[in-house]
């Protein structure tokens, strides 16, 4: 009896050990790890291959008239600027990553605040933004050097001490030389900003450091280094002719030298009213994704367009197969906002939809004009 007992107790100590390493439910095929932006990350068998997705989102200008500062003062004299977001915060933070262009410069009221033509904003507007869920500002612009060395210095301290990332006028060397890349749900987006001038103000001696101005070897020189840290590019150009509903040649020949470049998406504005969004195909049979110009997403402006922004959106998923990452971006989306005032007061950003139904369909195949005939031809 004992010599059958012996192999019997050891074959179920066998299966004993067979069902505790791998009898357990299969391992889960999904995994979700917490960060601030809640990422999807899917994790396939192998460790080497998994992809992740991103949603990345950007609006125009903002560009604070007196009209608008005025309207943000509170009783305490300080300034309030959220109540304008209200009905676009939850659109704007939805995406993982969001990008506004701050057209003003934050200089504070210790400098004075102005308006058109030389503008100096309350820090306040920071302030709002990032409440609104806006991840990082392009700050180069044709009002950069509006009200000089002070103002930059005051806006980029300020930037900093609330940690929101600035781009594209920068305090010192040292700062431009530093790279903006936020980490996103294990996707690497590197930032770079740019102006095609600065309203006749010339750039103080040695200090080019206060604003990124288009050019294209620099900007050649700024994307070779920025992808060394970067699974996306996207680099905001201050470009184009004001008041025109259509990019000019000197914008189509600029996104198509940073699609050569193998920039991923480019996200345009000044022209103050919007652009529409297109595919272009890089040098090396990348696609790059322009939007030409995003419009006026907070400003006194009004009529002829000048009113109407709006909420750009895209996803980006990260595919890694062993040593092979691929990038897509897909699901462009745009929705269409309008700035409403009560006599130059109660200003607020709406979304377009809820306002004038008619008027947000005319805006998304204006959008999507370019997007829509490439789709017909194929
Ligand atoms: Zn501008």
Do not use: C
Not at 220 to 235: G, L, M, N, P, T
């Amino acid at each position: 009896m004992k010599r059958v007992l012996l192999p019997l107790t050891f074959l179920l100590f066998i299966a004993l050990f067979l069902f505790l390493a791998f009898g357990q439910a299969t391992p889960p095929q999904e995994k979700v790890i917490g960060t601030t932006h809640a990422p999807k990350l899917l994790y396939n068998n192998s460790y080497k291959k998994f992809q992740t997705t991103a949603s990345f989102s950007a609006v125009g200008d903002i560009l604070l008239h007196s009209y608008v500062y005025k309207d943000a003062k509170t009783n305490e004299g300080s300034y309030n600027f959220s109540p304008m977001f209200s009905d676009v915060k939850d659109r704007m933070s939805s995406a993982d990553l969001t990008f506004a262009n701050q057209e003003t410069m934050i200089g504070g009221t210790e400098l004075g605040l102005s308006t058109y033509p030389s503008f100096n904003s309350p820090y306040e507007a920071a302030d709002a933004l990032k409440s609104a869920g806006v991840d990082i500002v392009g700050i180069a612009n044709n009002h950069t050097l509006d009200r000089g060395e002070a103002a930059i210095l005051n806006a980029t301290n300020y930037y900093d001490k609330i940690k929101l990332p600035y781009v594209g006028s920068y305090k010192s060397q040292k700062d431009q030389e530093t790279v903006r890349v936020l980490n996103v749900n294990g996707i690497r987006v590197g930032f770079l900003a740019y102006t095609y001038g600065t309203n006749g103000i010339p750039i103080p001696e040695g200090k080019n450091h206060f604003v990124n101005l288009i050019d294209m070897e620099k900007m050649k020189q700024d994307i070779k280094v920025i992808k060394k840290s970067s699974d996306v590019i996207a680099v905001s150009m201050h470009w184009g002719t004001e008041y025109q509903r259509q990019p000019n040649e000197q914008q189509k020949e600029l996104a198509q030298f940073l699609a050569d470049e193998g920039v991923h998406l480019v996200i345009g504005h000044h022209p103050h009213v919007l652009q529409p969004m297109e595919w272009r195909k890089g040098k090396n049979g990348n696609e790059t994704f322009v939007i030409y110009s995003l419009g006026n997403f907070l400003s006194a402006q009004e009529k002829d367009y000048k009113d109407i922004g709006g909420i750009f959106n895209l996803q980006i998923t990260k595919k890694l197969d062993g040593e092979k990452t691929e990038i897509l971006l897909h699901d462009p989306s745009f929705s269409p906002t309008i700035v409403l005032n009560k006599q130059k007061s109660e200003y607020q950003i709406k979304l377009l939809n809820t306002v004038n139904k008619q008027q947000n369909t005319e805006i998304e195949k204006h959008m999507f004009q370019y997007l829509n005939k490439k789709e017909n031809e194929n």
